[in-house]
C-alpha cells in the first residue's frame, strides 16, 4: 500500500512540473489573439504553418490549449512536450558535449604551441633568427591563436591568456631592438615603460567602469527598498 501511494505521489508530482511546448498546425493564427488567452506563448508562421511555443504549469493546461485549438477546428500537425526532466537531461548532455568541445580546444591548443615552439628553437639554432626576435614572434601569434579560440569557443579564458601573451611578445620585441642596437637602450626602456602606464590605465578605466555598474545596481536595490518601506 505504500509503494503505491509513492508511486502516485511521485507521478503527480511529475506531473505538475513546468515543462515547454511546441505545438504546429497549418494556416495562420493571430500571434496577439493567442497570447491574450494564454500567458508565455509565442506564434510564428511558416510555410503555410503555425507554431506555438510557450511554458505551460502542467499537463491540464496543454490539454485545455489543444481544447480551443479542436473547438476552432485548427489542423494539428504535431505536438512536442519537453518535460522538466527531459530538459534535465538535455542541459546535462549540452554541458557533456562543451566539455568535450573545450578539451578538444585545449589539445589542439597545445599540439599548435609545441609545433610553434619546435619551428622557434630551429630558428634560434640555426642562428636564421635573433631569440628575442623569435619569442617576440612566438607570442604574437600564440596570442593571436588563443584571440581566435575566444572567438570560436565563446570562453573569455582564452581572453586572458591573450592579454598576458601580447605584452610579452612586445617586451621581447623591444629587448631585440636594445640588444641588436635597432635603438638606443635607453628609448627601448623608454617606449616600453610608457606603453606599460598606458596598459595600466586602461585597466583603471576598465575597472572603474566596472566598479560604477556595480555602484548603480546597489543604488537602484536601495532605491527599491526605500519604496518598499514607504508602501
Request: net charge neutral.
Amino acid at each position: 500500500m505504500r509503494k503505491t501511494t509513492e508511486l502516485a505521489t511521485s507521478t503527480t508530482d511529475l506531473a505538475a512540473q513546468p515543462f515547454f511546448y511546441e505545438i504546429r498546425v497549418r494556416g495562420r493564427l493571430s500571434g496577439e489573439q493567442w497570447s491574450a488567452w494564454f500567458d508565455n506563448v509565442s506564434v510564428s508562421t511558416a510555410k503555410g504553418e503555425s507554431i506555438l511555443r510557450g511554458t505551460l504549469p502542467d499537463h491540464a493546461a496543454l490539454y485545455g490549449l489543444l481544447s480551443r485549438l479542436r473547438d476552432l477546428a485548427v489542423p494539428l500537425l504535431a505536438v512536442n512536450v519537453l518535460d522538466a526532466e527531459a530538459q534535465r537531461k538535455l542541459h546535462a548532455q549540452s554541458k557533456r558535449y562543451n566539455l568535450m568541445i573545450n578539451l578538444v580546444l585545449i589539445l589542439v591548443y597545445l599540439l599548435l604551441l609545441g609545433g610553434l615552439s619546435a619551428i622557434t628553437v630551429f630558428l634560434t639554432e640555426g642562428h636564421m633568427m635573433h631569440t628575442a626576435l623569435a619569442l617576440s614572434v612566438l607570442f604574437a601569434v600564440v596570442g593571436g591563436l588563443s584571440y581566435a579560440f575566444s572567438l570560436w569557443s565563446g570562453h573569455k579564458a582564452w581572453n586572458w591568456i591573450t592579454y598576458a601573451l601580447w605584452p610579452g611578445s612586445l617586451i621581447t620585441f623591444f629587448v631585440y631592438t636594445a640588444v641588436v642596437g635597432l635603438l638606443p637602450t635607453a628609448l627601448s626602456i623608454a617606449i616600453l615603460l610608457l606603453l606599460t602606464a598606458g596598459g595600466l590605465i586602461y585597466l583603471v578605466y576598465y575597472f572603474r567602469g566596472r566598479a560604477q555598474k556595480v555602484d548603480q545596481v546597489i543604488v537602484e536595490w536601495e532605491a527599491l527598498g526605500d519604496d518598499s518601506r514607504e508602501r
